[in-house]
């Protein structure tokens, strides 16, 4: 008697532990998918990650799409760089190119702006190259203002700086997300375009910067930003300033031609130092 009932108990336990192990059987394995590019939530958002987590950045100087950190620059500021990046959810491969630098060697870039890693971001989710000499920024995926830090160049071949006089040096300045220059218009008035005909027959010498600010730089105050009504186009401002692009730049990233048209000073760049656009 003693005998059938442990049998009985050992038939039992081995059917459950069938059960189990055919159940186990049935759960997916978990699936571990490591992707070259990915989207983290950082203290600044979400942002580009590479290797292990490590944050990408964008650099100002390279608004026309070519890198310019070289030398010494890349110890700190080293390249990405993959032939055929996998990607994290919610990137698109048409945003990722490669670039050919001027030694020869290939970098990432993301919406034409070369991608590259901070040395001093010990760990993944780190951003601690945000705004190094105010031309670095964190790259993501919905800035719709970026900075340029370049030699402004006007359409008669001269150079100017920031003040609208002609010399030479760096300008900070804005620009749109693939880098194309902004410009304001002096005669302007606080949230006024006095530019655009009513027809938009010049809307094409000096189009509009038109739609809604999502992301800027966290250099940049986003609350300086707004928008304005033009002929039922809605139009982007910056301290009141309307913002244009210049038909003259072809669409070209880094071009600044229109700093010099038709003379200096009457349709400038603006960044955060520019003053607020004078009322009505």
């Known amino acids: 008697m003693h005998a059938f009932r442990y049998k009985t108990r050992s038939l039992s336990l081995t059917a459950l532990l069938l059960v189990a192990t055919l159940a186990c059987k049935d759960e997916p394995?978990?699936?571990?998918?490591?992707?070259?590019?990915?989207?983290?939530?950082?203290?600044?958002?979400?942002v580009l990650t590479g290797d292990a987590g490590r944050t990408l950045y964008v650099f100002a100087p390279d608004a026309d799409g070519k890198a310019n950190c070289n030398g010494t620059c890349l110890d700190n500021w080293p390249l990405f760089y993959k032939e055929t990046p996998t990607l994290g959810t919610d990137l698109t491969a048409a945003d990722f190119t490669t670039i050919t630098r001027a030694d020869g060697t290939k970098q990432t870039a993301y919406?034409?702006?070369?991608?590259?890693?901070?040395?001093?971001?010990a760990k993944a989710g780190d951003v601690v190259g945000e705004n190094v000499g105010n031309v670095w920024q964190v790259a993501k995926p919905n800035y719709?203002?970026?900075?340029?830090?370049?030699?402004?160049?006007?359409?008669d071949g001269k150079s100017y700086t920031f003040?609208?006089?002609?010399?030479?040096?760096?300008?900070?300045f804005l620009t749109d997300n693939v880098g194309r220059t902004l410009y304001a218009f002096a005669p302007d008035k606080k949230n006024k375009n006095t530019y655009t005909k009513a027809d938009l027959s010049n809307n094409a010498t000096w189009p509009l910067f038109e739609g809604t600010v999502d992301e800027v730089p966290s250099t940049l105050n986003k609350a300086d930003f707004g928008t304005t009504t033009v002929f039922g186009k809605t139009q982007v401002t910056y301290k009141g300033w309307p913002l244009y692009y210049f038909g003259g730049d072809q669409g070209l990233r880094g071009n600044t031609k229109g700093v010099s048209v038709p003379r200096p000073g009457v349709w400038p760049v603006v960044n955060k130092t520019s003053p607020e656009a004078p009322a009505s």
Not at 32 to 45: K, M, P, V
Not at 144 to 155: K, W
Not at 163 to 172: A, F, H, R
């Open 144 to 155: 719709t203002i970026l900075m340029a830090s370049r030699q402004l160049i006007g359409s």
């Open 111 to 121: 919406k034409g702006w070369p991608l590259y890693y901070f040395k001093n971001d």
């Open 163 to 172: 003040d609208t006089k002609e010399g030479t040096g760096n300008s900070l």
């Open 29 to 46: 394995n978990p699936v571990t998918t490591t992707n070259d590019l990915n989207l983290a939530t950082t203290s600044l958002g979400k």
